[in-house]
């Protein structure tokens, strides 16, 4: 199996603040590479797929980089309810994996 | 719109067998394959399954094969997991996910229910 892993695991940033997640994965993956977004007590929201693609009705302030085993989830301008833990997933080789998340915080 | 409904959890005892629904509507269901992903309390994501969308393939995660057995109903509309022999450690939110990408395997999730809670306790 593909072992993804995130940091950091945790993040405190202001509103406004740029914020860097990082995923690695213990293989290529190429772009098969999502990032979902999970609030407490609610199920994961898909925001980035393909690595970089947008998932539709998502704010551009999420962006996504990165192929083979380094990628990156960045939010541009940290909002309130941009309080979440983020994971990434890896959709190249069955069985799917994710990484053990980001929990961000709001200063 | 889109909807995923789940039913079908509870606590159960170990060794024991329940299964799991997922009513869907609001787009055409037997266009897309569909999986199971569990989260244990205060834990991380894990694939459980997947079901392609015409029920010719699946596949399982290692901790739960010869177990668990997806299955899919599209006169129903319907995802089921059925789990047997449980034990403590399936004790989980399970979710039921829609593959992102009509007629073939993506695997990217963009649609998910609400989550039902199974426990597995004595």
């Known amino acids: 199996d593909i072992q993804m892993t995130q940091s950091p695991s945790y993040v405190s940033a202001s509103v406004g603040d740029r914020v860097t997640i990082t995923c690695r994965a213990s293989q290529g993956s190429s772009s098969w590479l999502g990032w979902y977004q999970q609030k407490p007590g609610k199920a994961p929201k898909l925001l980035i797929y393909a690595a970089s693609s947008l998932q539709s009705g998502v704010p551009s302030r999420f962006s996504g980089s990165g192929s083979g085993t380094d990628f990156t989830l960045t939010i541009s301008s940290l909002q309130p309810e941009d309080s979440a833990t983020y994971y990434c997933q890896q959709a190249y080789n069955f069985p799917p994996t994710f990484g053990g998340g980001t929990k961000v915080e709001i200063k | 719109q889109v909807q995923l409904v789940e039913s079908g959890g509870g606590v159960v005892q170990p060794g024991r067998s329940l299964r799991l629904s997922c009513a869907a509507s609001?787009?055409?269901?037997?266009?897309?394959?569909f999986h199971w992903v569990r989260q244990a309390p205060g834990k991380g994501l894990e694939w459980v399954s997947v079901?392609?969308?015409?029920?010719?393939?699946?596949y399982y995660a290692d901790s739960v094969k010869g177990r668990f057995t997806i299955s899919r109903d599209n006169s129903k509309n319907t995802l089921y997991l059925q789990m047997d022999s449980l034990r403590a450690e399936d004790t989980a939110v399970y979710y039921c996910?829609?593959?992102?990408?009509?007629?073939?395997?993506?695997?990217?999730?963009?649609?998910w229910g609400q989550g039902t809670l199974v426990t597995v306790s004595s």
């Open positions: 996910a829609r593959d992102k990408q009509n007629g073939v395997l993506s695997p990217f999730f963009d649609y």
């Open positions: 079901i392609s969308y015409d029920a010719i393939n699946t």
């Open positions: 609001g787009f055409t269901f037997n266009d897309y394959a």
